[in-house]
């Protein structure tokens, strides 16, 4: 198996920053996926959905890019999507079905300090205690935002929570590893995956429910908005940032993803935010920014200061 040389990172502060705060984007907009979810599409159809997210999209991305694997990029782009779509999704709908949404949000964000772990196996980088300690902040912060006293456990859930972090894990760090072929646009790359992780997700769909019977106009909305706007668009632009950022650093970007669950459910449906959680989303943020960093920029700036 050959290492792609990795690509090197935008080469001023401000367009690490831009880059960064673009690729930032991407855990936004899935942070919707839970109050569109709830809110617009039928009930208990959950692998029907995750399909509706990664397939579609797909093709639309390879008919407008028209532009396909070739050599080994046919089973390197179905082995990241199966890992970043056709595995992540039905375990992520798994862990929300048997825990409460809290604590799988908390269990998915640990996904940072598992890539930094991977990071060291799979890209041989040096360990980053300093992004293992901000991940370990920030789900901390993530807990205090979505975990209520009434949050159970389950053995279950919780693997399957964990398998999700693990299996993203994964992928993100082998994109890292493998790259992204020269002359490949973000949206193409972005494609071959959606694609092979829909068709990962055709048989489960299949197996458990096929396809809801009652799909009404907010619920078409809803498909269009998981699959063009949190599939197609999100993934083009994580993966986008993901060639140049380093890796760990984007992973903790995924604590977006919460964050903006909870923020969405404060603002469309009503729910309140207490003081606990106002430090959990402190504590998060912190993380996330801290993460971008590392102890020799801050020592910098600190002495610039």
Known sequence: MTITAPHPAPATATGRATTT?????????WGTTYVVTTE??????????????????????????????????????????????????????????R????????LGATQPIIVALL???VLGERLSMWRVAWGLVGVAGVGLVVLGPAAALDATG???????????????????????PE?????????????????????????????????????????????????LLAYTLWFA???????????????????VAAIAGAVLLGQTLSAPQLLGFALALSALLAGQLTPQTVRVAARRR
């Open 99 to 106: 825990l409460p949404g809290g604590v799988a949000a908390t």
């Open 21 to 29: 705060a673009v690729t930032a984007l991407a855990p936004a907009v």
């Open 183 to 231: 002359g490949v646009r973000p949206m193409a790359f972005a494609g071959w995956q959606l694609t092979g992780g829909g068709l990962v997700l055709l048989i489960p769909t299949a197996l458990t429910g096929g396809v809801p019977a009652g799909i009404d106009g907010p619920a078409i909305g809803g498909y269009v908005w998981l699959g063009l706007v949190g599939g």
């Open 241 to 259: 940032g993901l060639r140049v950022l380093p890796v760990t650093a984007t992973a903790l970007l995924g604590l977006l993803s919460p964050l």
């Open 158 to 180: 919780i693997a399957a929570g964990l398998a999700g972090a693990v299996a993203m894990a994964f992928g993100v760090t082998l994109t890292k590893r493998w790259g992204r």
């Open 40 to 97: 617009l599409l039928p009930a208990g159809h959950p692998m029907f959905a995750a399909l509706m997210r990664a397939l579609p999209a797909g093709l639309v991305a390879l008919a407008l890019t028209r532009t396909l694997p070739s050599g080994i990029w046919w089973w390197r782009a179905l082995v990241l999507g199966a890992l970043n779509i056709g595995a992540f999704f039905p375990l992520l709908f798994l862990a929300a079905e």
């Open 119 to 121: 990071a060291v196996a």
